[in-house]
Every structure is written in structure tokens, then in C-alpha cells.
């Protein structure tokens, strides 16, 4: 059972350059989220998409955008790399948007911006 | 405003002891709750939720308890192994249904 499956694992980006992250779940989970990591603060929500065809915008979506053109994939890109990006990114599913239910991530993408 | 944090950025446990990590939260209207755990180089595990209509929910060694009175939220882990040491988050399910993260707590299991 794979989940999750972020590409690529690590990668490291000159600023300026634009870069997709890929994410692919085999879930069939409505539900799907991209998250950053920094030391110290946690996890903060980037974009998300409740069902195909949706997305919206999370606490630091600015850089960023996503889209979802079907269930199973949920690509995040940045149009202009800049070094405050440098980060790890997480994606996660859920079955339902508006429930009580748990997300599962990806082992996450650690991107570095130089 | 909302958040969600742990009262200890690190623990450090005796192999075979209890661990009991804490998280306070400060949204009385959250009615859901995630534990995770998230070993080097991977991503955030689901260990076990609790909605807010429960005190307290057990799964395989691992306890969550919740006090809604003073907005807290810890998870008892028994029996600590060498494979417990990982970094453990809990998180919060706002109004949105979105949910919010603590910064985690570094849990070191001693041989």
C-alpha cells in the first residue's frame, strides 16, 4: 500500500527557477493539503483541495499555487523560487474535507533555495 | 487566537518507563484532536484521535486523555521503546475543519 508519494525527495534550486512538487495518492481521498515545515513552527498549511476540481488557500499560500485536475493528484509549484521557501514540504490526504477524520502524509520534499 | 502547543520542546524517557507528552490548546469550540508521531526524515504518523464528546480513548499502547475544562491534551505511551523516539505533534481541528499544529515534542528513549 503506497498512500502517499511525494517527488522528488530532495532537491536543491537556484532562486528564480520555478519548481513542481508532485504528490499522488492511491487513497481516492477527496481531500488533499500541502503543508511547509521550519524548525520551530510546526506545520503551517500552504494550499489545500476539499474535492477535484477545487482548491483554496491555507495560512502561507503566497509564491505557491496548486491544482487538482483529478482525484488522485495534487501538484504544488513555486512560479519564482526565492530562499525563504527553502523548506521541507509535506503532502496529506483525508477521505472527507468537512469531517472529523485524520490526514495521512507523504514522506515530504526538502527543497533548498539558493 | 487559535493555537495549539506543547508544553515541552524535548523529553527524555528511561526505556520500559511510561511517557506522557502534554499539548494545550485554546480553541474551547475544537471538538477534534490528532496525536502524531514523525521519526527523522519521515512524514507526520497518525497515532490516535479523540473527538470531544470523550475523556479518554486507547489504542495499542498509547492512551490520549482530554480535559476540556482547562484545554488539554496529553498522550500516555507505555512501556516506552527504543522505537518511541521521534518528534510527536498534536493537532487541532479548527472551525474550517483545517488543522492546526503544535510545534512538537522530541521524545529520547534511554537505553
Known amino acids: 500500500i503506497a498512500g502517499i508519494t511525494q517527488a522528488p525527495t530532495s532537491q536543491i534550486l537556484a532562486a528564480g527557477r520555478r519548481m513542481t512538487l508532485r504528490c499522488t495518492q492511491d487513497m481516492r481521498h477527496n481531500a488533499m493539503y500541502w503543508y511547509r515545515q521550519d524548525l520551530g513552527l510546526g506545520l503551517r498549511l500552504i494550499h489545500y483541495s476539499n474535492t477535484a476540481g477545487t482548491t483554496g488557500k491555507g495560512e502561507v499560500p503566497d509564491g505557491y499555487s496548486v491544482s487538482r485536475a483529478n482525484t488522485d493528484d495534487f501538484p504544488l509549484t513555486l512560479a519564482s523560487a526565492v530562499p525563504s521557501q527553502t523548506s521541507v514540504y509535506f503532502c496529506a490526504s483525508s477521505a472527507a474535507a468537512y469531517s472529523n477524520q485524520p490526514q495521512h502524509f507523504g514522506d515530504g520534499t526538502r527543497l533548498s533555495i539558493l | 487566537g487559535e493555537s495549539v502547543g506543547l508544553h515541552l520542546p524535548t523529553l527524555s524517557v528511561q526505556e520500559g518507563d511510561n511517557s506522557i507528552i502534554n499539548c494545550a490548546y485554546s480553541?474551547?469550540?475544537?471538538?477534534?484532536f490528532i496525536w502524531y508521531k514523525q521519526e527523522s526524515g519521515k512524514g507526520p504518523q497518525f497515532i490516535i484521535d479523540i473527538r470531544s464528546n470523550m475523556d479518554k480513548r486507547q489504542g495499542q499502547r498509547v492512551t490520549v486523555l482530554l480535559n476540556k475544562t482547562v484545554k488539554h491534551l496529553s498522550l500516555q505511551i507505555a512501556a516506552t521503546q527504543p522505537g518511541d523516539s521521534a518528534v510527536y505533534f498534536c493537532a487541532e481541528n479548527r472551525n474550517d475543519y483545517k488543522l492546526s499544529f503544535g510545534a512538537g515534542t522530541t521524545v529520547t528513549v534511554r537505553a
Open positions: 480553541n474551547s469550540a475544537s471538538d477534534y
